[in-house]
């Protein structure tokens, strides 16, 4: 895409309010614009990163055997009420009414609703397991929405729900999507996660993992023993595994998983006829990652003074192609864009002739695409661009047939 | 996929209240699920139709040149304020307040949070013409939602907005527009649909056109020249073109496009400074398209007593692969159905060993799958696999071999 046509416009300076280096650099690099209070539009560079993400969670949702669906944001009172939920949810559900008086609450979760679905649905031991999924809007009436996506009011989530006979079956479950969830991460360039045990909260069950990764900014923490690696959410002298000492970390929370149990089939009479002919509550889990929130991270982790450095998955591009050239000899650069193009690789072509190198340089170093490729009089004399990744200092000249093939064989 | 495992379990009945066709059929095939009043959830073989005219939807707009963005459902209330359409819209809005008692209303469209974005970021005749899209959720308080998908609360849009110098250039993509529709509704298997003049309503702008398609049930209505093919929605005794008779049709409108002028841009500020170095309002159009109802709408138009009969580019599988072999042969039909998956057609298999043929064949009939191929022991004895389309009373045997090549030249 030439850059001259690109919505998103970069700024000088980010919001007084931003606290957070992902905040400060989402905004500066109009990645994301805020409407309101913790509710944000995702701009054309931003909205192509939450793709990428939202893809590789679906591949991998996909793999685990899970079926995709949609459910609802507006969720009627009734359901809420069945497990006492309408009050007491934290954060509190957005509550409204229909034009006749009904009354829904905004879905910050569906466990209600896709409970509801499989009661209606699953008659037999026969049916189970099962695994349902959704990529969807959620909403939270956060009192103080913070840190850019890190702590946001309406914001897309995967979640995942299974359904099993037996708890067994379900904690089996449970381990193969912390490892989904691993792989998730490291796709999207996270390789240092932490699972740690974790409060089940207002979703409830009776086992919860988080997944953390470790940041300045973190507004939450863990003890991680410095010994064997493992970690802990409330304070000890020494790790209950290897009497190791324990260091406090800041983290941030990418993804929740939950071992439900009977919590909502038990409460909403969701049951299955066992090979004995039995009825018994429908064994549960759930699992979350929110997509904005995980983008915040990465970049959390992965920036410099100069801004955003995307890992290569889930970059808004693949490279990003500078002309330096003068005008009379752009279409020089035109030539090479629309080569580079039909080798389907996603390209950013900043084309715009009233922007200095300098410009230029700084806005694509704010932006963080993985490879930078500048094309000047210098460069095209010797056949060659300029190549630089983003995450280096390095810049070297290649031979315009041959970068397709270096990109490709760069880890 | 098997269909012993699809969460999807048609039924014998539909709701008493269902009134439409396509309404019947997707509840009854457990496409979608009523989870109230206008509000559906999408199961996994409604949630596959919607992605696949998701996929062409965005292909289209993306060959129109358009961005992709994602804008929040929350709309502060001070923005519709600005064009007065906090208590003017129709249907009216859905309103909340936040923990803090500040108003929100739910986006039904996106007029005004696309125009402040476009007013803080387009500045010079250099940034336009831009054309931003997105695929996103919408809520409309209905009176009375009716028709399953037909008339609801809560959908998936589409809505692109195009902001241009003048309104010749506007009136120019407008007719583009027009084109990429009757693209994608002839893709999604709707070959006759009418363009007709309509009211831009509460949207507002100059001019209006809403695409039509010609089902018995559509609760909309208007008048075809039999003559010349004109179509008007208001009486008129003979057509304004030709002069000769108009028919009064039931249809429904499947996509609804908008001329904005400066309606949007004037009254909020977005201005653009020309080529002689004047401020003027930038020049807008919106174009919308809901993926339920367009989905509902092929239903009323494709389908038989029998169910409902997808067209091949948005059907949720290719082939409904059924066995009716013994169990003790059963390792036959999964052979098959592996080698079917390895040439990447999508394919769902009916592996369920206690249902009947009769029962086999009339919920294939109901979902509505292009293609059913039927492998019995009379069959497998001459190597082959017993062909039917949805649409034709006529099987014929073929050689599994031969089989994705007879189906890839089948029109």
Not at 309 to 321: G, M, N, R, T, V
């Amino acid at each position: 895409m030439r850059q001259s046509q690109l919505f998103s416009k970069p700024k000088k300076e980010a919001p007084k309010e931003a606290e957070t280096i992902s905040h400060r650099l989402l905004v500066r690099a109009d990645f994301i614009d805020q409407l309101s209070s913790g509710v944000y539009s995702f701009l054309p560079l931003g909205k192509r990163v939450h793709d990428k993400i939202e893809k590789i969670i679906r591949e991998e949702m996909l793999n685990l055997g899970a079926q995709e669906i949609y459910l609802p944001v507006l969720i009627p009172k009734n359901l809420w009420q069945i497990t006492e939920r309408w009050e007491k949810i934290e954060p509190p559900l957005f509550k409204l009414k229909d034009i006749h008086g009904k009354e829904f609450g905004l879905g910050p979760t569906h466990e209600e609703v896709i409970t509801e679905l499989v009661r209606t649905r699953i008659k037999s031991y026969k049916d189970l397991p099962l695994y349902l999924f959704q990529i969807q809007s959620k909403f939270r009436n956060e009192m103080r929405p913070t840190g850019g996506l890190l702590r946001v009011r309406e914001f897309i989530m995967k979640d995942l729900y299974s359904f099993h006979q037996t708890k067994e079956d379900a904690l089996n479950f449970y381990q193969k999507v912390k490892n989904a969830y691993f792989k998730i991460f490291k796709r999207c360039g996270l390789k240092k996660v932490i699972c740690v045990e974790a409060e089940p909260g207002t979703i409830g069950g009776e086992l919860s993992h988080e997944f953390m990764v470790l940041a300045e900014n973190g507004e939450d923490s863990l003890f991680l023993c410095q010994k064997c690696g493992f970690a802990l959410k409330t304070e000890k002298n020494l790790c209950p595994k290897c009497r190791g000492k324990l260091e406090k970390k800041n983290c941030i929370e990418i993804g929740h998983i939950f071992y439900l149990g009977e919590k909502y089939s038990q409460a909403m009479g969701a049951n299955f006829i066992d090979k004995e002919g039995k009825k018994s509550p429908i064994i549960m889990g759930c699992y979350g990652i929110g997509i904005g929130r995980l983008m915040a991270s990465i970049v959390e982790v992965f920036h410099d003074q100069k801004g955003m450095i995307w890992p290569k998955e889930i970059a808004p591009f693949s490279i990003h192609l500078i002309s330096l050239l003068p005008s009379e000899k752009q279409n020089l650069a035109e030539k090479i864009y629309q080569d580079l193009k039909k080798r389907e690789i996603e390209i950013l072509y900043d084309d715009r002739p009233d922007k200095t190198a300098g410009e230029k340089f700084a806005e694509a170093d704010l932006i963080g695409i993985p490879y930078r490729v500048v094309m000047s009089g210098r460069t095209l004399k010797k056949g060659s661009v300029e190549l630089k990744r983003r995450d280096s200092y390095k810049t070297q000249l290649v031979k315009i047939q041959k970068l397709k093939e270096i990109l490709k064989n760069d880890k």
